[in-house]
């Protein structure tokens, strides 16, 4: 796979951001990417566009679950409340995800994080992570 250069990941974002701007009027429209120039050049399938989208909300999302533990707020209306702050993108991903396979495996990997984050246990690499604070399950000997 080559390497991306500035150049390409500026025209990139570039492109990410005009299906935004276009997502705020209609986002069935938007979803139109051949008439965004370089769209599918540049990412070459409508389903890279949309998991680019898809990993920069999820990384938003993340982000604030995150905050959302440690500041021991309810983690519920977390995605309610980014969706809130960035309309354009949800309604987006939630149009897309009829037509797009690929999209709604990555929307279930982020069902899967919020639960996580929800139940307090967060792996990263085989890590179980819990609240703190919350009791470590014990073992009694054979």
Known sequence: MAEMSWNDFRARRAVLEEILARAHADPALA???DEVPGA????GSADNIL???QHRWSNHLAA????AVEDGTPVNS???ALA???PALRALLDTAAASSLPLRGSQRAEQRMIEAHHTGRLSGHGIEQRPIGA???TTTPA
């Open 51 to 53: 998991l680019s989208l």
């Open 135 to 137: 009791r470590t399950p």
């Open 84 to 86: 809130a702050e960035q």
């Open 78 to 80: 977390t995605r309610k």
């Open 40 to 43: 599918i050049e540049l990412f």
């Open 31 to 33: 979803l139109r990417f």
């Open 64 to 67: 604030r679950l995150d905050q």
